[in-house]
């Protein structure tokens, strides 16, 4: 069973377009969210940490929420450097390792 | 300068060959992980280990081996077992000591069979 779906798998914004990511999770207790950006051939970098329902982070034009289901990355007034791979991952609890989704392919054309 | 370095960062390999992928950090980390990840899939957990001299096996081990002799190393053997180990392979360590649970990742290994 997957325990973390990210949607879409792909999106293509025109720069300045904000939208969000969604990222929905199944687990019997939430330890960590996890919000990761990755580029091609590259490692993932990571991003945020949430750890609770109704929890906000913000970074430059990323802001990250949380609900008891899901979870969402909002991308306001994108830019082509925004462009990337962004990852989803959820730790268990009791577990020590993560679980990531698909992800969300973003491409911001100029 | 903290860090995780993998090496190579690609390699080939031939039928039946065994090639071994190196996984080098210099955080103090207790914890690392293997994953493989191939396009349209996560992240898939092949093995991990918590301390020195002993590892698990993940969700996809079959056909790989570590192991874990030094606190600052984890490679990664991909054997002849593995019939399809084409794929892009990421080492990341975590420091569950501090009570924070998130990864630091290497910068990959493209593994392709020739």
């Known amino acids: 069973e997957d325990q973390v779906t990210q949607s879409p798998e792909a999106l293509r914004l025109q720069e300045g377009e904000s939208s969000s990511l969604n990222c929905s999770y199944t687990v019997s207790g939430l330890r960590g969210l996890f919000w990761y950006r990755q580029d091609p051939g590259k490692g993932p970098e990571f991003l945020f940490t949430l750890y609770s329902a109704g929890e906000e982070k913000e970074k430059e034009r990323l802001k990250a929420t949380l609900t008891k289901k899901e979870s969402f990355l909002h991308i306001t007034a994108p830019k082509p450097e925004d462009s990337a791979t962004y990852l989803c991952?959820?730790?268990?609890?009791?577990?020590?390792?993560?679980?990531f989704g698909t992800g969300t392919r973003l491409t911001v054309i100029p | 300068d903290g860090g995780i370095t993998q090496s190579p960062k690609y390699l080939f390999r031939k039928e039946g060959q065994n090639v071994t992928l190196s996984c080098e950090q210099n955080l103090n980390h207790d914890a690392m992980y293997w994953y493989r990840q191939d396009p349209g899939q996560g992240l898939r957990l092949i093995y991990y280990s918590q301390i020195v001299n002993d590892f698990q096996k993940g969700d996809i081990a079959e056909g790989y081996s570590v192991s874990r002799e030094k606190k600052e190393s984890f490679p990664l053997t991909v054997t002849s077992a593995q019939k399809n180990p084409t794929a892009f392979y990421l080492c990341?360590?975590?420091?569950?000591?501090?009570?924070?649970?998130?990864?630091?990742f290497g910068s990959g290994t493209r593994l392709t069979v020739v």
């Open positions: 990341a360590t975590q420091d569950p000591g501090t009570g924070y649970y998130g990864y630091t």
């Open positions: 991952a959820v730790q268990e609890a009791g577990a020590n390792n993560l679980f």
